[in-house]
Every structure is written in C-alpha cells, then in structure tokens.
C-alpha cells in the first residue's frame, strides 16, 4: 500500500534527522523536503542499487537519504 511505504519512509527520515540534529546535523536536508520527495529518493537508490535490496529496510532508507543530502561533498 502507498501510504504504508510513505509512513514508513517518511518516520525513518523523521528518526534520521532528530539522530543527526543531536550530532550536529551532519546530513544537509532542506527544510520543507516533502513525504513524496523522501520516498522517490528511498525508490530511485534501490532501483539503482538491486544487491543491497537484500538489508534491513531501515538500511536502504537511511542509506538513500544519507547519500542524496549528505554535507561538505
């Protein structure tokens, strides 16, 4: 169902940026990033990266943000 995968894309996203605010927020992800936005990016990075649809989702979620709004690149 689309709205389960937005929940759950969306709450790791939530989980991973009060996690980085705490650590001086080392991910730089605007402002305003919408529920949509966090699950095309979560679905493009595993389209993209088929061997590591095996990990935890929480994994492929994290990694997926983590690489498309990561600082100082």
Do not use: S
Not at 37 to 63: C, F, H, K, M, S
């Amino acid at each position: 169902n689309g709205l389960e995968c937005t929940g759950y894309v969306k709450g790791v996203a939530d989980a991973f940026a009060f996690q980085m605010d705490a650590q001086k927020r080392p991910l730089c992800m605007p402002d305003g990033v919408t529920a949509k936005e966090l699950v095309q990016v979560a679905v493009a990075w595993l389209q993209g990266n088929i061997p590591e649809r095996d990990y935890p989702a929480v994994a492929t979620v994290g990694i997926a943000i983590a690489k498309k709004w990561k600082c100082g690149d």
